[in-house]
């Protein structure tokens, strides 16, 4: 194979090269939802963002910042740039890694020739590529979240164990391959812990090539231990080190009584001299493996470093300084994710576990804080009984069902069809759920959505129209997911609707087996990597029914070792075929077609579902959050899409800094708390009474509720400062002991509060127009109708107490759909955007679902006629995943709002004005009809535009002709699946003939309604 490895190298960059630009071609230009606008921001200024953390990302993020050259809105971009630039890097070292494997298949053979060349970066070219176009890799390639970067780090290490094991009979400095591994490895800490994955599948090549007689027993015990060096510096290393470090911290400055720090400073001392040490010692007796293992624990620890950042930079407090972790202490809590607890893996409890009646609690880790006056760490939390102690016989193995949340309760029943709730899961039960939701719906649903097809791009819970994988072979997809024929128009034409008739899959298959047969201890070591970076994550993170999100990104690790097999599909082709067609242009051809019928079919397929090019959606609504608000807000959020692209305009694009975004997930935490009640750019510390000791974890976390008579009548209604002062309190009265002493809680004896009303004030402050000074209330009364307060409640409840109306306080419409997630206060809102004001006027009675508060149309109006941007939402050639849908649907919800109340005001033709506006925003084009709908319509109908009413209705029944039509096709089991979304069709038929009889009739006739006779063709014999 005469210049093999000028070709090997030329392709490659080739490959890098396409992969590049198609990545830089899609990329979104600003912030995506989810945690992106985290990453961006705390990468361009170099915060803390949620643990475990990705410091060495942030700093390249930083690195990439510069290229900005101080433009601000151009900040995501280049973030972004750091994903796809890793993306091409990581295809770049897979077409490496697949010819490495592929020579070593050559070899195997004996053959040497220049079809062997061809076939070895054929299968180079098609595996690189396949992967370059596969759904989920090519997802996270374009925006700026961690996941392109830690598939970079996997990339690397797995290719340079292949350039370890071509260099080790050639170069006696070899081995310096492993320690380039070992850096690699820590230096993925800082970024997502991935790369760890492959150590058991690097161990086995490693051991490939030591141990020329391979027996049972060595093999065994070579996957063991690949096992157990993956657990060792997983589970143990840098956990230890930094209980090390906090060990050595208190008790040098709480016994010894050294300066702080002291114990960090010795801590770090002490490492490098045992490594020094042992690298002499090693050196000295001329152990060599002593030293490279030396070497390599060095490195590791090197790499890890970067977390050094996140502590230097939390001691500055920084706006955003998620957990705080200021020391090494903290750091630990931090790496190790303790805020988000803990749950069950092997062993432990299931969903309906019991407490240990004896000791239902026990002691968690104490919490240590900096005293700076007594020069000491003391105990801010002691931990005493704070974590529940599972009664021995209720728990058990494998505990697949183990969440006790309602919600995910009633999913393990239906899942696992769990007929007895109180009963303890079996063993065979879990092993049921595991395989049918955690890896069947979890995992291999991906697989097939990468490899075989994906039917959209709406996240799928069992639905038979959602969020599936399909092949395109009708046959095939009608068996499983009902008939595929007679599709409504927007089900067939989702953009996500991709098939690759199994192609991919069949040649990956194809290359496994081949693999296998000519070479498997290659083989091996590929499917060691295919199952831990795949399956062991699924048994691993221990998936809830179900996640806010479709995680395929996180399984993308396995779907890299499986494009190495349809490289090698390649290989094997030209291979199986070589006795008929052994010319190099034949070899040629097959790779030719071969990337045609492969990767060609899934970047033709998947091109228009991944590019984001010209897509500003979530930076302008995270703007039309803001400005929802008046200046020098308070704005409460709740998830991650209303609360991480605020952050990015405020932080990034100094965009309404006078708004305080406060999440009220986060409010539970005293930490964020502490940031909350410093100052941030224009915004003014949020206004909290408590005190550190009052909200410090472990204090107030719960306050229950507990009527006593000597207290309080059942129906007394307290003043809210005289409810905040008895939760301030530390008097044993406002306690009670549980679990037979074990366990002191706080309570609270009423449940209904009284704030009052500084009138001048609020018109002091423009709270309320002048006309609506009469309606100005002398109390506002809340009614907290539940049975205990988190940290967050009290915490909000404070800010209502101290609230003096010269800070609007809001809430985004996206906190919830019930009374309670408002804190009962609908009644006092007032939606002026995609946020409800609250003011001290009675506006409406208790909303429901997407309904709360009263519109001020003058307000409203402004914001969504001449501040609000769409972010290209429009434009047909601007891809909207469905994320970026449902959150686009609330626009139609408020618009229509604003219309209809325009309407009921009399303004009719504004009302109009603002519908059209809307409909030219979110086109039927690209929003398919759905509930949010019929608020559009209803408001055209109350403005008196009955012909652009009755268009919309009759579109709306084409849509649901369609669907109807396509339902009636299932049957059997088929139909008892769809069995919802049939009634959910015919229900809103059934809405659009009650609002044409209601409107435009004006009649209860339904023999005059050409809708309801429209129904009533569409849903005969349903």
Known sequence: MEHYKKWNNLVGWVVFGIALLTYMLTLEPTVSFWDCGEYIATSVKLQVGHPPGAPLFQLLGAVMGIFAFGDWTQMAFWVNTLSALSSAFTILFLFWTTTALGRKLAQSLGKNDQITMIAILGSGVVGALAYTFSDSFWFSA???????????????AFWAILKWEQELDINPRADRWLILIAFLVGLSVGVHILVFLTIPAITMIYFFKKYKKITITNF??????????LGVIFVFLIPFLLQLYGFMEIFMVNTLRFPFDTGTIFTTLLIAGA????????????????????????YIILGYSSFLTLAIRSNANPPIDENNPEDALSLLAYYKREQYGDFPILYGQYFNSQLDKNRPFKDGKPIYVRDEEAKRYVISYDAKFSERNWDKSTIGPFPRMWSDDPEHVQNYI?????????????????????????????????FMWNFAGRQNDEQGRYELTKGNWISGISFIDSMRLGPQKNLPEYMKNNRARNTYYFLPLLLGIFGLLYHFKVNSKDAWAVLLFFVFTGIAVIVYTNQKPFEPRERDYAVVGSFYAYAMWIGLGVFGLIDALREKFNKPI?????????????PGLMAKENWDDHTRANRYTARDIAKAYLDSCAPNAILFTNGDNDTFPLWYVQEVEGYRTDVRVVNLSLLNTDWYIDQMKRKAYDSEPVPFSLEWDQYKQGTRDVVYYQQRPNIASANARWMASDFMRWIKSDDPITRFQAYSGMREFQYYPVKRLRFPVDKEAVLRNQVVSINDTNKILDYVDVDLDMD???KRDIMVIDLLTQNDWTRPIYFSITVGSSEKSYFFLTE?????????????VKLAEKGQRFEFGKVDTEIMYDNLMNKFQFGNMELPEVYLDETNKRLSYNFRNIYARLASQLAAEGQNEKAVKVLDFCMEKMPLEKFEFNYFMFGIIEAYLRAGANEKAMNLMNQFADQLDQELRYFKQFTRNKRKAIQQELQNSMQFYQFLAQLEMQYIL????????TLYQRFTTASADM
């Open 142 to 156: 374009v925006e700026g979240e961690v996941y392109a970067m830690s598939s970079f780090f996997t990339a690397i």
């Open 414 to 446: 239906k899942i696992g069809n769990i007929r007895n709730p109180e009963k303890k899961p079996t063993l065979a039960q879990n092993i049921k759920f595991f395989f049918d939701y955690q890896l069947g719906h979890m995992y291999w649903r991906y």
């Open 788 to 790: 205990y307060l988190a």
């Open 1002 to 1009: 004006k009649s209860n006739d339904l023999n005059k309604s």
């Open 828 to 840: 006092y809102f007032r939606l002026e955007g995609l946020a409800y004001r609250f003011v001290p």
């Open 275 to 298: 490594f020094i040490g042992s690298l002499w010692y090693a050196k000295k007796k001329g152990f060599y493996y002593m030293h490279i293992i030396s070497l390599s624990i060095f």
């Open 220 to 229: 065994l015990i070579a996957n063991a231990i690949g096992v157990g060096i």
């Open 586 to 598: 034949h070899a040629l051809g097959i790779t030719a077609l071969c990337t045609i019928l492969v």
